[in-house]
Nanobody, 128 residues
Framework: QVQLVESGGDSVQPGESLTLACVSS????????IGWFRQAPGKGREAVST???????YYADSVRGRFTISRDNLKNTVYLHMRALKLEDTGTYYC??????????????????????WGQGTQVIVSS
């Protein structure tokens, strides 16, 4: 069973940048689809971005143009580069993974049920 560990969460001001990292205990190269979800205080968890196993990327409308997802297969790590952070980006950010692709299994990148493994989360606070 793969384990995911997130890091990089911090308290920042609006407009600043932050990069989160998700390290997998298993090799991710061409194998795992990995996504980022977030949960704001008092709200449900929402999809932020996903990196498909062959590098295809997906973004929520709320972060497109500000966030970039990337993966380093040699380090088994997926990054979420966040810039121009807004107050509404505050929340706990979770990394999630599933073995294989999404489309071939009829799964949606922005649905929690598409992922089998989850990290414990890292907190991002955007405050002035």
């Amino acid at each position: 069973q793969v384990q995911l560990v997130e890091s990089g969460g911090d308290s920042v001001q609006p407009g600043e940048s932050l990069t989160l990292a998700c390290v997998s205990s298993d090799s991710i190269s061409d194998r795992y689809t990995i996504g980022w979800f977030r949960q704001a205080p008092g709200k449900g968890r929402e999809a932020v971005s996903t990196s498909g196993r062959y590098g295809h990327t997906y973004y929520a409308d709320s972060v497109r143009g500000r966030f970039t997802i990337s993966r380093d297969n040699l380090k088994n790590t997926v990054y979420l580069h966040m810039r121009a952070l807004k107050l509404e980006d505050t929340g706990t950010y979770y990394c999630a993974a599933t073995l294989g692709g999404l489309g071939v299994r009829g799964l949606k990148w922005d649905e929690e049920s598409s992922y089998d493994y989850w990290g414990q989360g890292t907190q991002v606070i955007v405050s002035s």
